[in-house]
């Protein structure tokens, strides 16, 4: 199964924005895609994302520089290559780069490359995705938080929390948890009409939000989960992705929506009394990236009673993982490929997570394409929670739907955890 030709090229993702899209074809004609998404609230701690910085060429997003690094020096240390061997390939992708965060050849390049191989892979060997990457291991359809609603960098700064998400609780299967959230996202959108908000979508497809202030989101995702028939608390709850990073200056948190500023410990109090007057299971990114005491101060607070995740804070990188399990930090990972740059290491941060009994939710970018990988990476992972953005918009429904297409495919192996997911980090 040897590697016989790799060939990159530039295609476009769902803002319409310049990536990468990575062809690798095996001695026996198989070939594998890759295609790479990209973040805009983007962590300071995430692997590179190369670009070509030439203001005259698609506002300096094109990435002409990485797919040359693919077609040239890259597609001449594959070839020849067993496609099966990931951890081989990525090791040699990791080695060829030679820096600390894929600085040189960039992570969108790699990543490209290694998600190509693994799709070839399991394509000469005969296997669906999610079971060549999983061993066959993998029989877990993760349970989604779905976008409701977008914000922050999302969604111009209309308020200031960048994903207000759903949850459904009592979901007693993968496509149950789908036909709630279609239920209260189209209702949510008729409440916005009614009540003359509609604005239509952020990056994500979750509405774009007309509202004053953050807290009269919450109140109407309350209001929009009760009109849709499902009790908000017990049915459905709520989860956010503060991306608190964008709100910190150094010093302090800023919102625009009302304007305020707050201290760490204020922001703590404000973070811990949302989530004693709101239906909220879980927080992401409550906290800056670089604020690892605030983190083990809000995680001392509320480790057994919400599900607090970090996303800028750990970057899917190993070795910040490991700094946040010595901190007692948080209790969940989010995990993007593109933020490590390759299959092996992605994988390697969801069992680290795992074994130490946190929970990994892999998740997409704002900047997304119509590739599949994370539905196929959360089941063989068996990671339990997936975040893809919200319920409608081509890049985010071919997600949600492949996990249908997998769930058919396992069949009566397939299992589904809901939100029992939870018992193993919360006291509830
Ligand atoms: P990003 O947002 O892809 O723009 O970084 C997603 C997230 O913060 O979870
Ligand atoms: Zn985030």
Redesign the pocket.
């Known amino acids: 199964m040897k590697i016989q030709s790799v060939d990159a090229y530039q295609i476009f993702d769902s803002r319409g924005n310049p990536t990468v899209e990575c062809v690798i074809t095996g001695a026996s004609g198989v070939t594998g895609v890759g295609r790479v998404?990209?973040?805009?609230?983007?962590?300071q701690y995430e692997a590179l994302e190369l670009r070509d910085e030439d203001p005259l060429r698609f506002g300096g997003r094109s990435v002409t520089n990485a797919i040359e690094h693919i077609n040239g020096e890259i597609a001449a240390a594959m070839i020849g290559s067993d496609m099966r061997n990931q951890e081989a390939l990525d090791a040699r992708l990791i080695e060829l780069d030679g820096s600390q965060n894929k600085s040189r050849l960039g992570a969108n390049t790699v990543l490209a490359v290694s998600l190509a191989a693994a799709d070839a892979a399991s394509k000469a060997t005969g296997r669906a995705l999610y079971e060549y990457l999983g061993n066959g291991q993998g029989s877990l359809l993760p349970l989604p938080e779905i976008q409701i609603i977008g914000g922050g960098?999302?969604a111009h700064w209309r308020v200031d929390i960048?994903?207000f998400l759903l949850v459904v609780m009592n979901a007693v299967s993968y496509e149950d948890s789908l036909k709630v959230t279609y239920d209260i996202y189209q209702k949510a959108g008729d409440l916005l009409v009614q009540q003359g908000r509609a604005m239509g979508v952020a990056?994500?497809g979750g509405y774009w939000p007309l509202f004053e202030t953050n807290t009269a989101v919450l109140d109407f995702l309350v209001d929009a989960i009760d009109a849709a028939g499902y009790v908000a608390g017990r049915d459905c709850m709520i989860s956010l992705?503060f991306?608190a990073s964008d709100l910190y200056d150094g010093e302090c948190y800023r919102f625009r929506v009302p304007d305020g500023r707050f201290t760490s410990d204020e922001f703590i109090d404000l973070v811990t009394d949302w989530c004693h007057r709101y239906p909220i299971i879980s927080i992401?990114?409550p906290l800056a990236d670089s604020d690892w005491t605030g983190w083990t101060r809000l995680s001392g607070r509320l480790h057994d009673r919400v599900q607090i995740v970090g996303?800028?804070l750990f970057t899917t990188n190993p070795q910040r993982i490991h700094k946040g399990l010595e901190n007692n930090a948080a209790n969940a990972v989010?995990i993007?490929p593109n933020q490590i740059g390759t299959v092996t290491e992605t994988i390697a941060a969801i069992e680290l997570t795992k074994r130490n009994g946190w929970l990994p939710i892999v998740?997409?970018?704002?900047?997304e394409t119509e590739d599949t990988f994370i539905a196929h990476l959360a089941v063989a992972t068996n990671a339990g929670q997936i975040?893809v953005?919200s319920f409608a918009r081509g890049e985010r429904m071919a997600k949600w739907n492949e996990l249908i297409r997998i769930g058919r495919a396992l069949g009566n192996r397939a299992r589904f955890e809901g939100a029992r997911i939870y018992d193993r980090i919360l006291h509830r």
């Open positions: 998404p990209s973040g805009a609230s983007t962590g960098a999302h960048q994903d990056d994500e992705d991306a992401e990114d996303d800028d989010l993007k998740s997409a970018r704002s900047g975040k953005g």
